[in-house]
């Protein structure tokens, strides 16, 4: 069963609006949660992360909501770029596990302009 | 340039075939990673190895066979494959094999491989 759940495979979204991106999961001892990116035929790059005292993080034009309660976190890009366009991978960790990321499935953003 | 290359970028091969995946790491971490990642499925961990030793193996079939000769390179050799098996194949490096405080991995680009 996943434990990191992305449910929108895609998202369009215009030239200089806000992308929100979404992920959900089930396991409430989860540490830390990153985001990830990933250009066609390229591997995935970090982009940010929050751990899981916190509730926001901000970098840039990149924020990560966390709502523990829902257990659910998300990822806001304003203003969204054409560059923007690409998969975003939401990922979490096991400290106590911790030899691993555990991925959604992704969800592809395509910023028009 | 993520520091982590990998080759060959695609590959495509017979049931019959055995053949080799690569990758280097040019970071100094002292913790690799192969994942696959099958169509619409998320990226799924095969193995982990921490100063060579391999750490965690997530119950790969044994048609898969991983080597880590040392701390910057780590190989997947392949045999007897199904078609099933056509996956994109990302190797991964960190600093340290236990990922706290929200380490990041970084990944290579990649192989493509197809087996037919």
């Known amino acids: 069963d996943q434990q990191v759940k992305q449910n929108s495979p895609s998202l369009s979204v215009q030239e200089g609006r806000i992308s929100i991106l979404n992920c959900d999961y089930t396991?409430?001892?989860?540490?830390?949660f990153l985001w990830y990116k990933k250009y066609p035929a390229e591997g995935p790059t970090f982009l940010i992360s929050i751990s899981s005292i916190k509730d926001k993080n901000e970098d840039g034009r990149f924020t990560v909501f966390l709502n523990k309660s829902a257990k659910h976190l998300s990822l806001h890009i304003v203003p969204s770029q054409p560059g923007d366009s690409a998969v975003y991978f939401c990922?979490?960790?096991?400290?106590?596990?911790?030899?691993?990321?555990?991925f959604g499935k992704g969800t592809t953003l395509s910023v028009s302009s | 340039e993520t520091g982590v290359t990998q080759t060959p970028r695609h590959l495509v091969m017979g049931m019959t075939n055995k053949k080799s995946l690569k990758c280097e790491q040019h970071?100094?971490?002292?913790?690799m990673y192969w994942y696959k990642q099958s169509a619409k499925k998320p990226l799924e961990l095969m193995f982990v190895?921490?100063?060579?030793?391999?750490?965690e193996n997530n119950s790969v079939p044994s048609r898969f066979s991983p080597e880590c000769p040392n701390s910057s390179h780590l190989f997947l050799h392949l045999h007897t494959l199904q078609p099933e098996d056509s996956a994109l194949y990302l190797c991964a490096s960190s600093q340290d094999s236990r990922l706290a405080g929200g380490d990041e991995q970084f990944f290579g680009p990649g192989t493509r491989l197809t087996v037919l």
């Open positions: 970071l100094g971490h002292n913790a």
């Open positions: 190895y921490s100063l060579e030793e391999r750490v």
């Open positions: 396991n409430s001892m989860f540490d830390y």
């Open positions: 990922a979490a960790i096991l400290n106590q596990a911790g030899t691993a990321l555990i």
